[in-house]
C-alpha cells in the first residue's frame, strides 16, 4: 500500500495520466476560439458539412476532436450562453475514448456530452444517449437539441408511449436519447417483428450511458423481460400462506447476507404433516418428484413472511404489493420478484394475487450495451466499482478534475452504541444547523426510517421540514428543488440519480414553473425578477451558515451510495459539511460486522450518548463496505457467466431471424430442413449395418405420414432385393419434395383462379411459418433454460462444476431446439393448406404481453397504458371540449402523474393524458 502511494506521488494515477495526455489538445481547442468567434452562422454550421466529407475521404474521428469539439463550444456559447470550461473539454475526450467520465455533482456532465455526440455523429450510423427515466430523456434532448439542431444535425427522443413510427423515426436522427429501459426493450421487440420494415432499431454504433453506475451497476442486477400470462395458482398460494404462522424458530434458518431463507429438519416435517392432513401433499414426502411445485411455492411463501418487510423492501398501495428499490428507495410499480415470490407476498398481505408470467424474452443490461461497438459513461461516482467497469464492459474510470476546487468538509464517521443515541444525536445536529440557517439533506435507508426521525424531530420542535421517500415521490422534484434554501430540512430515502440538482438558495427553474403559471408580458418579467432577488439572498444566507449540510444516518453497503448522498453538497465550489452518524445495531454493522469494533468501544467506556470518531474507524468501514462490494461483484458476475451461455444462444437465434426476414427467398432452408428430418427418421427406424427385416418399417411409415404427410410403401420396399438404408432416404426425400412441389402448384393454380394469381405466395408462407416456429420454441427454451439454472447449482454436491454443467446441458437443449424447429417447420408446410387469398406479413400480438418500465422520477409504472399508446390517446381527447387546446407533440410521452402540458394545473392522466 507504501509503495502505491509512493508511485502515485511520483508517475500520478491513471486518471492524472489521462488527463495530462488530453492537456495538449485543450490548448489546440482554445487556440483556435478567435479564430471561429469571427465565422457568422451559417459558416459555423457549414463547418459540420465539411468534417463529413473528411470522414468519407478517410479522414479518422481522432483526426477531427480539435476542431469538432471547438465548433460545438462556440455554437454552445452561441444557442444557449454556455461555454464548456477546459475540464468539460476533458470531460467529452474521455467519452470519446471508450471510457467513463467521472465528474462530480453540478459540473455539468449533460454539456460535456455535447462534444463526444456531435463529433460521433458525424459518421452517420446514430449516435444514443442513453438516461435513467423519461424526464431527463426528454429535458436534456430539448436542451441539448438546440446545439445539435444549430450545427445541422437531427435529434429524436424515445420516451414511453411513442408508436413504432415515430421510434423508428427517433431511431433514424443523427442523435437519439432515451431511457436504458425502452433502449432495451425495442432491442427485444425488433426482435419479435416478422419483417424487416417492422423494426425500429437500425444498429447500436456509439452510446453515451448517464448516471452509468445506477444503469451498469445497480439496474444491471435485474434483466429486462418481457413477459405473457400463464396459470393461475391463486388458491395454492394462499393455502400455503395459511400455513406459515405454524412455522417457529427452529423450524427454519435465515442468511439475511444472501437473502436467502430454507426449511430444516424439523420444519419440513411439521410442514409435510399439515399439507398431508389439508390434501395438498399426495405422496408421503414433500421432495418427492411429484411435489417439486409445492417445495418451491413454499420456499417462496417462507421467504415472503421471515425475509421481506412491509414498508423496507414493499409497501402496499392500491391493493397491490409495490417492490421499494434498496437504491434509490422509490416504488417500482409494476415490476415484480419472480419464482413465486411476488405472488406470496401478495398472499401474506392478503390483495389480489397476479399470475405468474412466461418469460417471452429478456436480456441483462450488461449484455445490451455490450452490443454496441463503442461505449461511454459519466456519473459523479464510479472510481469504487472500476474494477467491475473493466471487467465486465471493458471501460476504464477516469476522474476528471472539478473546474473550482472542492470547499466541502467531510467529517470522520460518528460511531455510537445503539441506534437510540445515534438518532438523538442527529436530531440535536439538525436542530442547530436550522437555528443558524443552514440548509439540511439527512439521508436514510428505509421509509420507517425516514419517518421515525421525522417523529423524533417533531418531539425536539424542529419546524418545517420535507419527507423525500415512496410514499410522497409525486412532489419529489419540488422538494429536492427546495432542499437548498436557509434553514430546510429534506429527509430523503436515498439520492441516486434524483436529476434534479439542489442549489443554494432554491432552483430558478422550478419556483419559475411554480409561481409564474398563468403570467404572461411584463407581469411575468417582473415575477422573474422578483425570484431572482429572492434566490440570491436566500442563497447569501445558506453561504454564510456553512451551506448544505448532508447527514448520513447510516453507511449503505456500497460505498459509492453514500459518495452520491454527499456528493449533493459542495457542488461548483460552494461550501458545504458532510458527516455519517452510525451504530453497532445498523443492518451493515450487524449482518457484516467489523472486527473488534464492539469490544473497542467498551473499552473505551464510552457513556449513554458517546460517540467515537477516528480515521482508523472509518477506515475500518470502508473496508468491510469493500468485501461487501467485491462479493456483490462476484455474484453479478457469476450470473453473468451463465447469462453469457444464453447469450451467446440469444445472438445465433436473433441473427438467423434477421437473416430469415431479410431473405426473398427461404425455400432453401426449407427444403435442407425437410430433408434433415428425412434423415432423421430413418436413421431412427434403420439402425446402422441392419437387414430389411431388423427395420422398424411401421414406425417409419408413421412418422412420414406424421412430418412429411405422404403414405409410402415402406413395407414393399423392405423386401426388394438388395435395398439399403441410403435408398430408402432417397425415395422418401424425393417423395416428399414431390409433395410439396404438388401442393406449391395447387395453391397458385387456386390463387389465380381467384383473379389474385401470385407465383411467390408459398416463399412467403415458408417464411412466417419459419419466423413463427422459431419464436414458439425459443419461449419454451428460455422456461426450460431457467429452470436448469436453479437446480443446476446441486451438481456442486456431487464435485461437479455447476457452470461446465450448465453450458453442456445448455448446448445439449439447444441442439435439440434446432432438430425440433425443423421437424415443426417440415411438418406445419407439409400439412397446412391455404386459402385462396393475399398472405400478408402477419404482426406480432402484443396487446397481452408485459413489460416492466419505471419511470424514476415518479415511481409509476409508465408501460400500463392499457395497451393503448399516448400517442394513440389523443384522438380520444381531441373532441372534449372542455380541455384546453394543446399542440399534440407536447404530449408525447410525458409521464401519467406528471403536471399536464396544458398548464391546468391537473395531472396528465386526469386531463389530457385520460383515455
Not at 463496505?625 to 461483484?633: L, M, T, Y
Request: hydrophobic share 40%; glycine share 8%; proline share 4%.
Amino acid at each position: 500500500m507504501a509503495l502505491a502511494s509512493l508511485a502515485r506521488r511520483i508517475f500520478g494515477s491513471p486518471s492524472d495520466r489521462h488527463v495530462k495526455r488530453f492537456q495538449g489538445k485543450v490548448a489546440a481547442i482554445n487556440a483556435l476560439e478567435p479564430e471561429l468567434e469571427k465565422l457568422s452562422d451559417d459558416e459555423l454550421r457549414a463547418r459540420t458539412a465539411a468534417f463529413k466529407e473528411q470522414l468519407e475521404k478517410g479522414a479518422d474521428l481522432d483526426d477531427l476532436i480539435v476542431p469538432a469539439f471547438a465548433t460545438v463550444r462556440e455554437a454552445s456559447k452561441r444557442v444557449l450562453g454556455m461555454r464548456h470550461f477546459d475540464v468539460q473539454l476533458i470531460g467529452g475526450m474521455v467519452l470519446n475514448d471508450r471510457a467513463i467520465a467521472e465528474m462530480r455533482t453540478g459540473e455539468g456532465k449533460t454539456l460535456v456530452a455535447t462534444l463526444a455526440v456531435y463529433l460521433n455523429a458525424l459518421k452517420g450510423e446514430g449516435v444514443h444517449v442513453v438516461t435513467v427515466n423519461d424526464y431527463l430523456a426528454r429535458r436534456d434532448a430539448a436542451w441539448m437539441g438546440q446545439i445539435y439542431n444549430f450545427l445541422g444535425l437531427s435529434y429524436g427522443i424515445i420516451v414511453h408511449g411513442l408508436t413504432d413510427a415515430e421510434r423508428k423515426a427517433a431511431y433514424g436522427a443523427d442523435i437519439t436519447y432515451g431511457t436504458n429501459n425502452e433502449f432495451g426493450f425495442d432491442y427485444l421487440r425488433d426482435n419479435m417483428k416478422y419483417t424487416r420494415a417492422q423494426m425500429v432499431q437500425r444498429g447500436h454504433s456509439y452510446a453515451i450511458v448517464d448516471e452509468v453506475d445506477s444503469i451498469l451497476i445497480d439496474e444491471a442486477r435485474t434483466p429486462l423481460i418481457i413477459s405473457g400470462p400463464s396459470d393461475d395458482r391463486s388458491e395454492l398460494y394462499l393455502k400455503l400462506d395459511e400455513l406459515m404462522p405454524i412455522i417457529e424458530e427452529g423450524d427454519f434458518e435465515l442468511d439475511e447476507k444472501h437473502r436467502a431463507a430454507t426449511f430444516t429438519d424439523q420444519g419440513i416435517e411439521k410442514l409435510e404433516a399439515k399439507l398431508a392432513e389439508t390434501g395438498m401433499l399426495k405422496t408421503g414426502s414433500l421432495y418427492d418428484v411429484e411435489n417439486v411445485a409445492l417445495v418451491h411455492h413454499a420456499n417462496s411463501a417462507l421467504r415472503a413472511h421471515k425475509l421481506f418487510r412491509k414498508d423496507k423492501d414493499y409497501i402496499v398501495r392500491n391493493d397491490e404489493v409495490v417492490i421499494i428499490d434498496e437504491f434509490s428507495g422509490r416504488m417500482m410499480p409494476g415490476r415484480r420478484y419472480s419464482e413465486g415470490l411476488h405472488q406470496a407476498l401478495e398472499a401474506k398481505e392478503r390483495v389480489k394475487i397476479q399470475p405468474e408470467n412466461q418469460t417471452l424474452a429478456s436480456i441483462t443490461f450488461q449484455n445490451y450495451f455490450r452490443l454496441y461497438k463503442k461505449l461511454a459513461g459519466m456519473t459523479g461516482t464510479a472510481a469504487t466499482e472500476a474494477e467491475e467497469f473493466a471487467d465486465i464492459y471493458k471501460l476504464d474510470v477516469v476522474t476528471v478534475p472539478t473546474n473550482v476546487p472542492v470547499q466541502r468538509i467531510d467529517d470522520e464517521d460518528a460511531i455510537f452504541r445503539t441506534a437510540a443515541e445515534k438518532f438523538d444525536a442527529i436530531a440535536d445536529l439538525i436542530k442547530q444547523c436550522q437555528d443558524r440557517g443552514q440548509p439540511v439533506l439527512v439521508g436514510t435507508t428505509s421509509i420507517e426510517k425516514s419517518e421515525m426521525l421525522a417523529e423524533i424531530l417533531r418531539g425536539k420542535n424542529v419546524g418545517q421540514m420535507n419527507v423525500l421517500n415512496a410514499r410522497h415521490h409525486e412532489q419529489e422534484a419540488f422538494i429536492v428543488a427546495d432542499a437548498g434554501l436557509p434553514g430546510a430540512i429534506t429527509i430523503a430515502t436515498n439520492m441516486a440519480g434524483r436529476g434534479t440538482d439542489i442549489q443554494l438558495g432554491g432552483n430558478l427553474e422550478m419556483r419559475i414553473q411554480r409561481e409564474c403559471e398563468g403570467l404572461e408580458g411584463e407581469a411575468r418579467e417582473q415575477k422573474i425578477a422578483e425570484i431572482k432577488s429572492t434566490i440570491a439572498a436566500d442563497k447569501a444566507k445558506a453561504l454564510a451558515a456553512g451551506g448544505l449540510m448532508v447527514i448520513g444516518t447510516e453507511r449503505h453497503e456500497s460505498r459509492r451510495i453514500d459518495n452520491q448522498l454527499r456528493g449533493r453538497s459542495g457542488r461548483q465550489g460552494d461550501p458545504g459539511h458532510s458527516a455519517f452518524f452510525l451504530s453497532l445495531q445498523d443492518d451493515l454493522m450487524r449482518i457484516f460486522p467489523v472486527d473488534s469494533m464492539d469490544s473497542m468501544l467498551g473499552k473505551l467506556g464510552l457513556e449513554q450518548g458517546e460517540s467515537i470518531t477516528h480515521p482508523w474507524v472509518t477506515k475500518a468501514i470502508e473496508r468491510a463496505q469493500g468485501k461487501v462490494e467485491a462479493r456483490n461483484f462476484d455474484i453479478r458476475k457469476n450470473i453473468l457467466k451463465y447469462d453469457d451461455v444464453m447469450n451467446d444462444q440469444r445472438k445465433v437465434i436473433f441473427e438467423q431471424r434477421i437473416e430469415m426476414m431479410d431473405a426473398e427467398d427461404v425455400s432453401d432452408t426449407v427444403v435442407d430442413m425437410r430433408h434433415d428430418v428425412v434423415e432423421n427418421i430413418v436413421a431412427k427406424a434403420i439402425p446402422p449395418r441392419s437387414y430389411p427385416e431388423q427395420w422398424n418399417v411401421e414406425q417409419l411409415r408413421a412418422a412420414a405420414q406424421t412430418y412429411l404427410n405422404i403414405d409410402v410403401p415402406v413395407q414393399d420396399w423392405a423386401a426388394e432385393e438388395g435395398i439399403d438404408a441410403e435408398t430408402v432416404t432417397e425415395r422418401l426425400i424425393a417423395a416428399a419434395d414431390e409433395h410439396a412441389r404438388a401442393k406449391e402448384e395447387r395453391t397458385i393454380a387456386a390463387m389465380a383462379a381467384n383473379g389474385a394469381p401470385n407465383p411467390a405466395i408459398m416463399r412467403q408462407v415458408e417464411k412466417s411459418i419459419l419466423l413463427q416456429s422459431i419464436d414458439g420454441l425459443w419461449r419454451d427454451h428460455l422456461v426450460t433454460l431457467d429452470h436448469l439454472s436453479k437446480v443446476v447449482g446441486w451438481r456442486g454436491i456431487a464435485q461437479r462444476d455447476p457452470l461446465t454443467e450448465y453450458k453442456q446441458e445448455a448446448y445439449e437443449l439447444f441442439q435439440g431446439l434446432l432438430n425440433n424447429l425443423r421437424e415443426l417447420v417440415t411438418t406445419q408446410l407439409s400439412h397446412v393448406e391455404l386459402q385462396p387469398r393475399p398472405i400478408t406479413p402477419p404482426v406480432p400480438d402484443l396487446s397481452r404481453l408485459q413489460e416492466t418500465h419505471i419511470d424514476p422520477l415518479t415511481g409509476e409504472n409508465d408501460a400500463d397504458v392499457g395497451g393503448e399508446t399516448i400517442a394513440g390517446a389523443l384522438g380520444a381527447v381531441g373532441s372534449d371540449p372542455s380541455l384546453k387546446p394543446i399542440d399534440p407533440q407536447l404530449l408525447v410521452g410525458v409521464s401519467r402523474n406528471a403536471p399536464c402540458p396544458c398548464g391546468s394545473g391537473k395531472k396528465f392522466k386526469h386531463c389530457h393524458g385520460a383515455f
